[in-house]
């Protein structure tokens, strides 16, 4: 679902969304060893300052990293030279966690990346961090604000920041006025059984200071949310995903993770998609290489039971194996699903003394 004013925008986020899931195995893209794509998300770092309720963060166990500056550097380098012209500074975590992050910024437009974008919770999104960040190139800040009033904020994000992230949002809205450019403003919002009740006085608090609002409804986290989506989803009986469509993440985006590592991802929480180290092979190199071509075949042949894409995909809670083990941080997943639901169960309870 989809509001505000950005229908009829080049850039709007429903029209980039809406290549999520691609239908058809017929096209230049859909291969064991596609062209570079022309977008790359890179982690600045795996923490984050939320908790939200229907997200893998709180529960990861991966060690908390934030990338090193020339590791990225090198890696932006790379990607301009091979094509590459649109960068995310965000994946599992919150960009506004790095202190650097304008310096990024400004080092992509430097580099000539055409659209230079980040999603965040908005919490450290302060008017001079904000600022800063818009002055140095950025090109479209996405919100994810996932509930509608104080009380169910708190109970959804983990923390009482409503009205710090309300009036962050406030002043972007009124800062791009004063820019000379274009400044791509979204919200998104994960519908939950705790945040649907109040869609309706969210838009009506926020549509006219964003371009779109995205209500999308829970999803399992690539796999890594299984038993906790009954307890979260506003409809009465989970849909499996279908299995005649193909995930675009292998072949038309580029992950980089804050460890340096390639993986096919944005929300692998655990490392354990990776396929290729950047500290030791090229972007290119890892790219196309052998482990990633074998996972894009998986892909296409639907041959995905045993990872973490299967668990995704297939709505499974089976035992997986890390792509790459040497670079996860292994889990039991079926015990990592029933701790998580329990979780997730107390918070919803009002039992979660840290979330209370």
Not at 9 to 38: A, D, E, H, M, W
Not at 256 to 278: H, I, M, P, S
Request: charged share 25%; net charge neutral; with cysteine.
């Amino acid at each position: 679902m989809m509001t505000g004013n950005g229908n009829d925008r080049k850039n709007s986020l429903l029209k980039r969304f809406s290549n999520q899931y691609i239908k058809s195995k017929t096209g230049s893209v859909l291969t064991t060893l596609p062209p570079v794509p022309k977008n790359m998300m890179v982690e600045l770092s795996n923490a984050c300052n939320h908790a939200c309720i229907f997200c893998t963060s709180p529960n990861m166990t991966r060690k908390i990293s934030r990338i090193n500056s020339g590791l990225l550097d090198d890696i932006m380098r790379q990607g301009r030279e091979i094509g590459v012209d649109e960068i995310g500074f965000y994946t599992t975590g919150e960009p506004f966690v790095h202190k650097d992050l304008e310096k990024f910024i400004a080092r992509a437009s430097e580099l000539g990346y055409r659209y230079i974008y980040i999603s965040t919770n908005g919490a450290l999104a302060t008017p001079d961090r904000a600022k800063k960040a818009i002055d140095a190139g950025l090109n479209s800040i996405k919100f994810s604000i996932n509930a509608g009033t104080k009380e169910a904020y708190k109970l959804v994000h983990g923390y009482d920041d409503w009205d710090k992230v309300m009036s962050n949002l406030k002043f972007i809205s009124s800062y791009r006025k004063e820019i000379d450019r274009p400044l791509n403003l979204f919200v998104t919002y994960i519908v939950t059984k705790q945040s649907a009740p109040q869609m309706e006085v969210f838009k009506e608090e926020v549509s006219h200071l964003v371009d779109e609002i995205l209500f999308h409804p829970v999803h399992n986290q690539s796999g890594q949310m299984n038993d906790t989506k009954d307890k979260l989803s506003v409809e009465q009986a989970q849909k499996s995903f279908k299995t005649d469509n193909i995930c675009m993440m292998p072949f038309n985006r580029l992950h980089v993770t804050c460890e340096g590592f390639l993986t096919l991802c944005c929300v692998d929480y655990q490392n354990y998609l990776v396929v290729g180290d950047l500290q030791k092979q090229s972007l290119l190199d890892a790219w196309g290489s052998p482990v990633f071509q074998d996972m894009r075949q998986r892909h296409l042949d639907q041959n995905l039971k045993g990872t973490l894409c299967g668990n995704c995909w297939l709505g499974c809670k089976d035992k997986i194996d890390p792509v790459t083990p040497e670079a996860a941080t292994i889990l039991e997943m079926p015990n990592f699903y029933e701790e998580t639901a329990e979780k997730v169960q107390e918070r919803i309870e009002g039992k979660s003394k840290k979330y209370s």
